[in-house]
């Protein structure tokens, strides 16, 4: 399993910005995917942005032209820019990320942080 931090939420107006940090307790290069997912209470979890094999990048529709995932392997640490936010995009963000166990694979989880979007 992989712990996972997240870092970076908090309160900003309509049409700011935040960057999200989600720091790895292991090389990414042991991941097959990684990236963000937000959940607002009585909602189902749902994916933001991710990183899959061969470094391609997936998007949720909402976050497309918005929001941009890129990550640091050094660091091994993956980012979300979050530009022109809006009041609908306030929810506790998820980083995660999936490695190989035996024959599947095993989904870890940060512990979350919220954002909030608001005048």
């Known amino acids: 399993q992989v712990q996972l931090v997240e870092s970076g939420g908090g309160l900003v107006q309509p049409g700011g910005s935040l960057r999200l940090s989600c720091a790895a307790s292991?090389?990414?290069?042991?991941?097959?995917?990684m990236g963000w997912y937000r959940q607002v209470p009585g909602k189902e979890r749902e994916l933001v942005a991710t990183?899959?094999?061969?470094?391609?990048?997936n998007y949720a529709d909402s976050a497309k032209g918005r929001f941009t995932i890129s990550r640091d392997n050094a660091k091994k640490t993956v980012y979300l820019q979050m530009n022109s936010l809006k009041p609908e995009d306030t929810a506790v963000y998820y980083c995660?990320?999936?490695?190989?166990?035996?024959?599947?694979?095993?989904?870890?989880w940060g512990q979350g942080t919220q954002v909030t979007v608001s005048s």
């Open positions: 995660y990320a999936d490695t190989v166990a035996g024959a599947g694979f095993e989904r870890s």
């Open positions: 292991r090389s990414m290069f042991t991941m097959t995917a």
């Open positions: 990183f899959t094999s061969g470094d391609r990048t």
